[in-house]
């Protein structure tokens, strides 16, 4: 008799219970032989990051088993301010330009948290990581998407994850006075879309005429191909006042389960981070922030060198791009290669009869063309509508994504499966 009967849950999480990732984790993990879904290497990160966590748990210094700094380690968030000061060319305060997260997922939260209210817009450029939509919501604010518009590629060529572009004339049109921030991701998960100098101009002039925050999620900064430029949107005219850096240790060091992230910025915007995350998180394990101090350490010594990881990750990764390249366009699973990132997008079409349509389905056709892939063919990968808002899943509903961030022997077997499902399409 002492059951409950009002309605317990808050109106912010009406519409975001669904979440792709625990639906296509378990999907994969019940049915997948080979895992090309999450984003996670299947590699083990470099010896000297696993060294380095190793000597801070079992070293002299015990007190690395207790509570931290709450707003970051302070080796961790000295390296960073060193580390980004460099790369950004100017003075970073370890304690007020740098804050340390539990990986960027949580940075991407402190942000929407502390800066956007009831009634505010923030413009979200598609396909875009799928967390963005739902955090703006239990903000409380209103998202606006732009779509990045692809392009067909010249006669016989691959698509390029360059071909998607924005058209400056409707992303100008997303922009009013109640437009409070534009999330930025560059290299872009899930195209791999690595945005031009030309590109982020457009944005950043657009962020200071109408005085609008960028949250610029960077963490696949280190991962570009074919001598591509990671340009920090941040060292452009006048954005440094207004960007919020986003990293994570996850993607810079191949570790993606210590959550360890990062954000760097002013102190004008970090204040209010700092806020959201006292009284939220309030820090992070501290062993695995002590390491990653350590590793960008050894990168800060190394930088620019080819013994550095920072070289040599991208290098190990642009090889594995170009042999999944070559693989799904040898089946017709058109690939878009990707400028960055370690995600590769590919064109189901030609694949299309084996999983027929259902017209009028709530589950966009790539949804199921994915689940039914995991399931008979034991692949599993990622549908790209959901990285598309609910109006506009249906116009990009024939692509999915492969993650190639994964050992040789795993990626042989992603191949193995689309060379035995092609000869069986072929010869019935
Ligand atoms: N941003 C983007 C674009 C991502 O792809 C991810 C992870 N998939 C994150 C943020 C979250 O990173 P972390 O694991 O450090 O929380």
Redesign the pocket.
Known sequence: QAKMSRPVQARRLEGIEKNIWVEFVKLAATYSTVNLGQ?FPDFPPPDFLKEAFTRALSGENHMLHQYTRGFGHPPLVKILAQFFGKLLGRDLDPMTNVMVTV???QA?FCCFQAFVDAGDEVIIIEPF?DCYEPMVKMAGGTSVFVPLRPKAPKDGKLMSSADWQLDPAELASKFSERTKAIVL?SPN?PLGKVFSRGELELIADLCVKHDVLCIS?E?YEWLVYDGKEHIRIASLRGMWDRTVIIG?A??TFSA?GW?V?WTVGPNRLLQHLRTTHQNSVYHCATVAQEAVAQGFQRELELYGKPESYFIQLPKMLQQKRDWLVQSLDAVGMKPIVPEGTYFLVADISEFKSDVPDVPDSDDPYDSRFAKWMVKNKGLAAIPLSAFYCESHKNNYNHFIRFCFAKEEATLKAANDILQKWKREKTSP
């Open positions: 984003g990986g960027a997922y991407l990581f991701n998960n999620d963490v994570s996850g993607k993606t959550k992230g």
